[in-house]
Nanobody
């Protein structure tokens, strides 16, 4: 059983910085990719950033240049550094891990952490 536990959310003012962390219960090297998603009230969950096992990253256009995803293979964590945050970054942020298995794959989700940005 894989567990992903997010931390680091909170309330902050626009323009500030915040760092989210996702701790996995197993080696993150076992996952083909990990990422951060977010869901704002009355909106669908969307991909914010992802990072592959090899370190390749992908970002949503709305966060490029402000948010940075990174991974620590020793601590088994995936982090999201959020700089110059905006009110529209307010959402529940979820950690995601994807593992390729045979001809298919399996996804794992954390419980989410709330980020609230006041303007």
């Amino acid at each position: 059983q894989v567990q992903l536990v997010e931390s680091g959310g909170g309330l902050m003012q626009a323009g500030g910085s915040l760092r989210l962390s996702c701790a996995a219960s197993r080696s993150i090297y076992s996952f083909n990719a990990m990422g951060w998603y977010r869901q704002a009230p009355a909106k669908q969950r969307e991909l914010v950033a992802s990072i592959t096992r090899g370190g390749s990253t992908t970002y949503a256009d709305s966060v490029k240049g402000r948010l940075t995803i990174s991974r620590d293979n020793v601590k088994n964590t995936v982090n999201l550094q959020m700089n110059s945050v905006k009110a529209e970054d307010t959402a529940i942020y979820y950690c995601n891990a994807y593992m390729l298995m045979g001809t298919g794959g399996r996804e794992y989700w954390g419980q989410g952490t709330q980020v609230t940005v006041s303007s």
